[in-house]
């Protein structure tokens, strides 16, 4: 079972950019489909981004895909979320997440869909 690790989250200004990092640990990240949510105070968790096994799909929010990109680097086993304009509506709590998938193209797109979760990151953003 993989083990997920976020990081980089803080405290910004409106308009500011900030990247997000996920660590997998116990097994390879490689055979996972990789997706990342955030979970809004007082809102359900939702969707933000989804990556494919090999990297060569991607899905994001209409909210977000202006402005947040995902991609990953499978030799490290790490994922990523650039954030970039953010708003005082993107602050929220970050999960990444990930389910195995036999199909190198496969996306998800929904919580349901994902078994395993990290802990999340706090993202503040500021007037």
């Known amino acids: 079972q993989v083990q997920l690790a976020e990081s980089g989250g803080g405290l910004v200004q409106a308009g500011d950019s900030l990247r997000l990092s996920c660590v997998a640990s116990?097994?390879?990240?490689?055979?996972?489909?990789m997706g990342w949510f955030r979970r809004a105070p007082g809102k359900e968790r939702q969707f933000v981004a989804a990556?494919?096994?090999?990297?060569?799909?991607?899905s994001a929010a209409n909210s977000v895909k202006d402005r947040f990109s995902i991609s990953r680097d499978n030799a490290k086993n790490t994922i990523y979320l650039q954030m970039s304009n953010l708003s005082p509506e993107d602050t929220a709590v970050y999960y990444c997440?990930?389910?195995?998938?036999?199909?190198?193209?496969?996306?998800?797109?929904?919580?349901?869909?994902?078994?395993?979760w990290g802990q999340g990151t706090q993202v503040t953003v500021s007037t």
């Open positions: 997440a990930a389910r195995e998938s036999p199909y190198t193209t496969s996306l998800f797109l929904t919580v349901a869909a994902y078994p395993t």
């Open positions: 116990g097994r390879g990240l490689s055979s996972y489909v």
């Open positions: 990556i494919s096994r090999d990297g060569g799909r991607t």
